[in-house]
């Protein structure tokens, strides 16, 4: 069955504790509490849409082992569709993150099956590419695999949405493939060569990403809002003031929330003002998956 949304990547374990400050290279510090949950930026994205109204299929490769069966367990009783999803012999992907008293954090992570994703795998999924109406992709699965993903896709005509987290170095043939892009003001730096301080520089860097192919471009800037750039000019979304204790997985409910509202066929500045409203209950408890609002959360708002 073809799904209008397609999600295709990571899958990992999130380790996560709670400190007071995060160490310094070389230092100790005593911690909080731990908690263990689902994680990987492709799974959080996948899980925000499918909570937050989306019509969801997950692609990504899990290892052969408890952890691996815990996750794909996990989405099914999320009620996405995982037929897709595949084992490697690598172990599951795990990320080991550390969260301090001002929300923010630093993540370490094995990709392990991630890291195991293959143009084959993506070839074998051709259908549901061909057929999604949106797919959403990030990197931290192999460029190679993301490549062709977007490839395929955007060649049968959906709409292929990139979030380029974590960053690294891309072809640049990947960007003429992108309908939308979505980094934050760290990765449109590293991407257009422009440094990333303001609206207005986060404006040329989209100009310059525009002129490497990308179609439309959010920047998201935590609390100072996202800025939409298309080809009719930019405009700023708000954020949302509130009182942020983790901001992990907020950029990704905000890319599957995007999708969500877009796949309603809301502009993209409505579906900005959708995925603000759900990334901001996000950073507002603790955890990845954990923390992702569901869709009557925003309605009750
Ligand atoms: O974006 C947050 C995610 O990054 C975490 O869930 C962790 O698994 C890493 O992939």
Not at 44 to 61: E, I, M, P
Not at 105 to 126: K, L, T
Not at 253 to 278: D, I, N, Q, W
Request: aromatic fraction near 4%; charge should be negative.
């Amino acid at each position: 069955m073809i799904h209008k949304i397609l999600v295709v990547g990571s899958s990992n374990t999130d380790m996560t504790v709670k400190t007071a400050k995060l160490p310094v290279p070389g230092e100790t510090v005593l911690g909080g509490e731990f908690t263990m949950g689902g994680g990987g930026k492709g799974a959080n994205q996948a899980v925000a849409a499918q909570r937050l109204g989306g019509d969801v299929s997950f692609f990504c490769k899990v290892g052969k082992d408890i952890f691996g069966d815990n996750a794909l367990k996990s989405y099914e009783q999320e009620g996405m569709d995982i037929s897709l999803a595949k084992r490697s012999d690598k172990p599951s992907g795990v990320a080991l993150i550390s969260v301090d008293s001002n929300a923010e954090n630093c993540i370490v992570v094995a990709s392990g099956a991630n890291s195991d994703v293959r143009p084959e795998d993506i070839e074998s999924i051709r259908d549901a590419l061909e057929g999604a109406e949106i797919v959403l992709l990030q990197l931290e699965t192999p460029v190679p695999a993301v490549m062709k993903a977007a490839e395929i896709a955007h060649a049968a005509g959906a709409t292929v949405v990139l979030n380029p987290a974590p960053a690294c170095d891309l072809p640049e043939e990947l960007f003429r493939h992108i309908t939308l892009f979505i980094p934050n003001e760290t990765e449109l730096s590293r991407f257009s060569g422009i440094k990333v301080e303001d609206a207005d520089s986060a404006a040329k860097a989209a100009g310059a990403m525009k002129a490497k192919g990308v179609k439309d471009i959010i920047v998201t800037m935590g609390s100072k809002g996202s800025l939409i750039v298309t080809g009719d000019g930019c405009k700023t979304v708000e954020a949302c003031k509130v009182k942020a204790i983790d901001t992990t997985a907020a950029g990704d409910t905000y890319c599957g929330a995007l999708c969500v509202a877009l796949s309603e066929g809301r502009t993209l500045e409505e579906a900005a003002v959708f995925a603000t409203k759900a990334s901001a209950l996000t950073v507002q408890r603790m955890g990845a998956q954990a923390s992702i609002p569901y869709r009557k959360e925003i309605e009750n708002q």
